[in-house]
């Protein structure tokens, strides 16, 4: 069965060629040339990956990874930004972005990304399956408590909102309290060895987990190991366990 993709961009000719393109790779291709209309149909119509322009009529791009990732919504999202600034790379990623291109680009890189994202997703479902008769795990550190099956995270009783990739990479620092990851070893956990995007996301995920954890810094707090990478920190006063060792990687 072919998969289904949804090509937000009002742009005619590019909107054309992004179709035409992805029909002859084998996918099933929906295209919608307002961000309303995009936003409805991407709510109410299951998808495996989503193609959005940040610069729409009616809604913009960021404002409905946001709305749709706030309705828990994962449907994975590669963003076309038209400028090659930092800012906008930065806000779809904080926004929930699973990848980005830039504007302009060639047809086999953005081919070459779409696989790249439905092909890391397609694995973490086939890791995930096998183990639904555990999936009631649960990690403690100090007052974090992290819920892998339901990606809900909670610090000092209070519940924290993640993004999917924020929750992935908590998720991959937890698994090692203490433990320097470089942003390698962060990249392939969380985005897969064949993500095609710089390390740049990975600090940026970084830097949205840290304002969030401020919550309770005391008790838990990510560091920076200049030149190498982040290691979680817990309060060695706090309390800290495992319930069962079902991850998602």
């Not at 302009?104 to 973490?124: H, K």
């Not at 740049?200 to 309770?216: A, I, M, N």
């Amino acid at each position: 069965m072919a998969q289904r993709l949804l090509v937000i961009e009002d742009e005619p000719t590019l909107s054309r060629l992004l179709s035409y393109n992805l029909t002859q790779e084998g996918y099933e291709v929906t295209v919608e040339d307002h961000g309303t209309a995009g936003y409805d149909r991407a709510a109410r119509e299951p998808f495996d990956l989503i193609v959005l322009d940040l610069m729409l009529p009616g809604m913009n791009g960021i404002d409905i990874l946001d709305k749709l990732r706030s309705q828990g919504i994962r449907t994975p999202v590669i963003v076309l930004t038209a400028k090659n600034a930092e800012e906008d790379v930065v806000r779809g990623l904080k926004s929930g972005a699973d990848d980005y291109i830039t504007k302009p680009f060639g047809v086999s890189e953005l081919l070459a990304r779409v696989s790249a994202v439905l092909r890391r997703i397609s694995g973490l479902a086939e890791e995930v399956q096998p183990e639904a008769a555990v999936s009631a795990s649960t990690i403690i550190l100090g007052q974090l408590e992290i819920y892998p099956e339901r990606y809900e995270v909670s610090l000092g009783g209070q519940s924290i909102n993640l993004r999917p990739k924020e929750f992935e990479v908590l998720l991959y620092l937890a698994r090692k309290p203490g433990v320097v990851l470089t942003r390698d070893d962060l990249m392939n956990a969380v985005w897969g060895f064949d993500y095609i995007g710089g390390q740049r996301t990975v600090d940026v995920h970084v830097s949205s987990l840290r304002k969030k954890l401020e919550l309770d810094p005391e008790s838990v707090h990510i560091d920076s190991i200049r030149g190498v990478g982040y290691k979680l920190v817990v309060n060695k006063k706090e309390r800290q366990s495992f319930k069962m060792t079902a991850f998602f990687s």
